[in-house]
């Protein structure tokens, strides 16, 4: 928990959380849809920063948690792919998290976010799609950008958005 301390003008202010290492975090719990909850709430688990794995992992553990409708969770792992991976696959993973965010957005019922960022997810994956094939790491790009832009319009069509009954599927039809 955040602790309290004074400021000049004698005011009390929450000190920032910090982890282990002393780097700002906030450590309030979160709920599947990343948004913070009050100190003491139980929220989900959160992901690990930082987490190398290799990219079917990547793939796989993201859609778990896209699957249980954790789509801001699954930007976490997209994410550390994007940071951790090669140069060349950066625009890649990038994307993903993109899509993963817009969706956490049109759960949230933002639609304007929401909307704009699964297109700009599907357009950084088509791009990447035109130089390295259509399933990079057995994911099925065009399906995921298909999937965005259908998402988006619906979205903006006032459709509500539940993110596990909507969570793409990264390798296709299963």
Known sequence: MGSMESTSSGRTAAARDRDSEGRARNARPRDGLGRPL???????????????????????EAQRLLDEGKPFHAHEVFEDAWKSGPEEERELWRGLAQLAVGLTHAARGNVTGGARLLRR??????????????????????GVIAWARELAAEVEAGVPVDAGARAPRLRGAS
């Open 38 to 60: 009050p100190y003491g709430a139980p929220g989900v688990p959160r992901q690990p920063e930082g987490v190398v794995r290799r990219p079917e992992e990547s793939v796989a």
């Open 121 to 142: 997810g599907a357009g950084a994956a088509e791009a990447w799609t035109s130089g390295a094939g259509h399933r990079p790491h057995g994911i099925d790009l065009p």
